[in-house]
Structures are given as C-alpha cells and as structure tokens.
C-alpha cells in the first residue's frame, strides 16, 4: 500500500509543481486554491508512504515522479522543447525510481 501513497504522492507533486505556473505568483485564486491542495496532499501521502519505506528511497522516488512528469506536462502545456537530449535524461531518471524500488529491502 506504501507503494501505492508514494506514486499517488508523486502524482499530486506534477499537480502543484505545474499548478504554481497557473498561480501567476498566487494571484489567480483558484489555480492558488488547487496548488495549495495538491502540496498538502503530495507530503501528507508521502508521509504515509513513510511509515514503511525507508525515507531515501521514498523521497528520491517522490521527486523522480514529480520531475518526470513536470517536464512531460510542461512539453505538453507550455509548448517546451522536446528534445532527445531531455528524454534521454527523464529516461535516466526513469531507471533511477525503478532501481530505488528493486533494491529497496
């Protein structure tokens, strides 16, 4: 299950990491409303995700599935380059989460 809160966690982390653009420095109130929620959602799960998975391997993966999907949403949303040399680095960061999870005792 502490599998599960940690992606939900990471999940949350995309929405208010993307939220913030929207917030135009939280001077739109509903963007500012949802970000809000989504950063106290992403570190209340990780804090569940805590009780049982050592806390380098939960934060790396929280932070690796906030960073990939950032840049995904941000290619997506906001017109950012797609470059190969930017896929090859979320593709390292890919590796690194599913290595965290297969070694994690």
Avoid: N
Avoid at 67 to 93: H, M, N, Q, R, W
């Amino acid at each position: 299950m502490s599998w599960i809160y940690l992606f939900v966690a990471g999940l949350f982390e995309i929405g208010w990491a993307v939220g913030l653009k929207y917030t135009e420095g939280f001077t739109k109130f509903w963007p500012s409303v949802f970000t809000g929620v989504s950063m106290i959602l992403s570190v209340a799960l990780l804090g569940f995700a805590l009780k049982t998975l050592p806390v380098g391997i939960a934060y790396a993966v929280w932070t690796g599935i906030g960073a990939i999907g950032t840049v995904i949403f941000g290619i997506y949303l906001f017109d950012e380059p797609a470059t190969t040399a930017k896929f090859f680095c979320i593709s390292l960061i890919l590796i690194g989460i599913v290595g965290l999870q297969l070694i994690q005792e």
